[in-house]
Nanobody
Framework: VQLQASGGGLVQAGGSLGLSCVASGRTFGNYVMGWFRQAPGKERELVATISWVGGFTKYADSVKGRFTISSDNAKNTVYLQMNSLKPEDTAVYLC???????????????WGQGTLVTVSS
């Protein structure tokens, strides 16, 4: 199983960036897909999740109204559109897949390698 994240880069505060995560190697019918981020010296933070079935979404309070998670089941791809970026959004963003959010937050399931997002002030 592989989760391949891409789309990170350097952007100015107030700008936008889109991330993609392509999942392969198994079917993820009842799984939840998520984006986490980890900034230097900080704990890993759950940013957003989406269920493959139904497309139900959840967001961290810190990104509500600015980030949008979506999925394309036919392409086995999950996206994270990030708008109105702030310097505090700077982190390595990782995608993950697990049977549920608690399992994902415990580090279980499948994880991608991460992509770096840097927001300059």
């Amino acid at each position: 199983v592989q989760l391949q994240a891409s789309g990170g880069g350097l952007v100015q505060a107030g700008g936008s960036l889109g991330l993609s995560c392509v999942a392969s190697g198994r079917t993820f019918g009842n799984y939840v897909m998520g984006w986490f981020r980890q900034a230097p010296g900080k704990e890993r933070e759950l940013v957003a999740t989406i269920s493959w079935v139904g497309g139900f979404t959840k967001y961290a309070d810190s990104v509500k109204g600015r980030f949008t998670i979506s999925s394309d089941n036919a392409k086995n791809t999950v996206y994270l559109q990030m708008n109105s970026l702030k310097p505090e959004d700077t982190a390595v963003y990782l995608c993950a897949a697990a049977p549920g959010v608690p399992a994902m937050q415990s580090g279980l399931g499948y994880w991608g390698q991460g992509t770096l997002v840097t927001v300059s002030s």
